[in-house]
Each structure stands twice: as structure tokens, then as C-alpha cells.
């Protein structure tokens, strides 16, 4: 783990790594997709009996790290999956060499919808921190909650509104452009 990110406090390095987020959703919105933007850093396996320990499964050469970054890219891909939080998750299961994600955090801009909460459940990630929230389609608390659910063999540890306000106007600025140019 690198200096500066050991002597920050969470809400801190929430931020931080939120306004990554935030740069990759502005990439999505310089290529006219609604910007979404992702990034997963790495924080290490604890140990299941000694939650205060880290794991020998941890791959020390990536503590502290971004292991994976995405944007939305459904149209330019023309793809359903191209959502931020896959591309992500793909990049970082690469970079680890592992489809399991213990010992990961996602920062997303935005509540990730079913398909990316269940991707996130699936990968085994340990948090998600979330910008703003999405009424209309969130599945981490809005419409579902899948990431907390009862019943699962996994739940996700979830932290809501981190950048909240700069997240829901990356959005609604791009859709203010997008109408103003019609
Ligand atoms: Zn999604």
C-alpha cells in the first residue's frame, strides 16, 4: 500500500478514488454514452479467523492498487455488457489473474443495475461504494437490493452517496447537452 493511501481515513480514500470514477464516467461522456464510470482497487484477503490479518492468498504486489477502471461503452460497443462495472470487473479478474475479486472495492458513479450487482456478487468482490443512486433501475438498494440480500452465500459490504452530488451532475449535464443539441 502505498504512503499517502495508508494515512487516509476510509471517507477519504472513498473520495479519492470516487473522483476516479468520476474521470472515467467524463470519458464515457466525451464519447456520447451516458456517463457511468468505474474503478476496482485492491485491498487485500483477510484472513477468516483473524479478520485483523491478511490472508496468504493476498497478492501483496497489488495492495492499495487500481486493478481495474471502466466507462460505459454500451453504444460505441453496441453491447448490453459493456456496462462500466463488467469492463471493470474483467480488467481487474486479468490483472489478477483470477475471476474471484476478495479483497476488492468497486467506486461506481452510479447504483449498479442487476446484471453488474449480480456480476459483482458473482466475483466475490467485498465493497462497493456508490455515487448517486438510480431509482429507476438500481439493484443495490432501489429497486433490489441484491447486493445485501438475504440468502446469498456472499453480501457485498455497501457505502451510498459517497461524491453524490458531482456523480448526479456528471448526468444530468450530459442529458441538459444532449437535449439542448436536438
Ligand atoms: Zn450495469
Same mark, same amino acid.
Given at each position: ?15 479519492? =478514488? ?5 474521470? @472515467?464516467?467524463?470519458?464515457? %461522456? ?8 468505474? $474503478? +476496482? ?65 468497486? =467506486? ?5 443495475? @442487476?446484471?453488474?450487482?449480480? %456480476? ?8 462497493? $461504494? +456508490? ?52
Amino acid at each position: 500500500m502505498t504512503n499517502t493511501t495508508k494515512n487516509m481515513s476510509t471517507e477519504e480514500t472513498d473520495i479519492k =478514488y470516487m473522483k476516479e470514477a468520476i474521470r @472515467q464516467a467524463k470519458k464515457a %461522456a466525451e464519447a456520447g454514452e451516458v456517463p457511468i464510470g468505474c $474503478v +476496482i482497487v485492491y485491498n487485500g484477503i483477510r484472513d477468516k479467523g483473524d479478520r485483523k490479518k491478511f490472508s496468504d492468498k493476498t497478492k501483496t504486489e497489488f495492495m492499495g492498487k487500481v486493478i481495474g477502471r471502466g466507462y460505459n461503452r454500451r453504444n460505441t460497443d453496441k453491447s448490453t455488457l459493456s456496462h462500466a462495472e463488467i469492463t471493470a470487473i474483467k480488467k481487474a479478474s486479468k490483472k489478477l489473474d483470477d475471476w474471484r475479486l476478495e479483497g476488492a472495492t468497486m =467506486y461506481v458513479t452510479l447504483e449498479p443495475c @442487476q446484471m453488474c450487482a449480480g %456480476a459483482i456478487m458473482q466475483a466475490r468482490m467485498d465493497r462497493v $461504494v +456508490i455515487g448517486c443512486m438510480n431509482p429507476k433501475a438500481g439493484c443495490a438498494g432501489s429497486i433490489l437490493n441484491i447486493l445485501e440480500m438475504d440468502g446469498f452465500n456472499h453480501k457485498v459490504e455497501v457505502t451510498r452517496g459517497v461524491c453524490e452530488d458531482e456523480c448526479s451532475r456528471v448526468l444530468t449535464d450530459f442529458f441538459k447537452e444532449m437535449r439542448s443539441r436536438k
